[in-house]
């Protein structure tokens, strides 16, 4: 069982935001009229008395130092930029396993915290924009892969590793070669929407057959990984529990924000592995 961390970070700075409520409204006037009453019946007060009775109990105390930190980190991580590690290569050469990326979340609209609801809109996914989404049939796991269907679209990938929008060929060129997993992989230079980017084929591998075929519903994306041959993304999703004009469609509300820069990669986190700053960079 993943931990859901935004609803842990939202009940501690209600609780926290409770104590230092608590204080302020109840304990603190208490205090403070101890202190009163105890100098109001000595002629000379002790500052070390005076210290005991201001003294905020250990759990007010705590929740207030840590009030103003967590909130901080709730309205960034909630509304501005959310941190995220790469735990795969489904998004090679774009993004490498280890490499810690940043999110814009309001990119795509303000949303409420846990709930998820859009309260705000802002902008809208674009055709090649790298994603970070929650994956429709667990909605506890992160996904990351790059928009290639908007709403109303018509999607296919051909047996040949052609992918179409709308009838139309997305364009590649082919820029190189390097190891696979079956051989030698290709790298090819794709322009899809506003982004120009690499992809990654095996052309050894599994070829698809000739009719895989799409059409994306109003609200909804389709999402393939840079990886091309090892992607598990819109293509290959086949959940019973949702309709099958569903499979592989992200919807609108699982949205987490747009990836746009490399801050540090660190593919191997041990102490005789450092992170390195080499891939620092914008996201294509």
């Not at 809208?124 to 796991?141: I, K």
């Not at 892969?145 to 992918?163: A, E, M, N």
């Not at 000739?210 to 290959?236: K, L």
């Amino acid at each position: 069982m993943s931990l859901n961390f935004p609803l842990l970070l939202v009940i501690a700075v209600a609780v926290c935001g409770l104590l230092a409520l608590i204080d302020l409204l109840f304990l603190a006037p208490r205090r403070r009229a101890a202190i009163a009453n105890y100098q109001g019946s000595v002629s000379q007060p002790e500052m070390a008395v005076v210290e005991q009775l201001n003294k905020e109990p250990l759990l007010v105390e705590y929740g207030k130092s840590f009030f103003p930190v967590l909130f901080i980190v709730l309205v960034l991580r909630s509304f501005l930029v959310e941190p995220f590690q790469i735990p795969s290569g489904s998004m090679k050469p774009t993004l490498e396993v280890g490499d810690f990326i940043l999110v814009n979340k309001f990119s795509y609209g303000i949303r409420l915290p846990v709930i998820d609801k859009k309260v705000i809109e802002v902008g809208d996914p674009q055709r090649g924009d790298v994603m970070v989404f929650r994956y429709p049939s667990d909605p506890n796991v992160n996904y990351i892969k790059r928009v290639v269907g908007l709403p109303g679209d018509q999607i296919s990938y051909t047996r040949d590793k052609k992918l179409f929008v709308n009838g139309q060929p997305i364009a590649e060129q082919l820029v190189g070669t390097e190891p696979g997993t079956l051989g030698s992989a290709e790298l090819y230079k794709e322009k899809l929407g506003a982004a120009e980017h690499l992809i990654r084929k095996e052309m050894s591998r599994y070829r698809m057959p000739p009719d895989q075929q799409w059409t994306v519903p109003a609200g909804h994306y389709f999402m393939m990984g840079d990886n091309r041959d090892n992607s598990n993304d819109s293509r290959y999703w086949d959940d019973p529990n949702i309709p099958k004009a569903l499979h592989g469609m992200v919807p609108d509300q699982n949205i987490v924000g747009k990836a746009f820069a490399v801050w540090m990669s660190w593919p191997e986190p041990k102490l005789s592995h450092f992170p390195s700053l080499s891939r620092v960079g914008l996201i294509q």
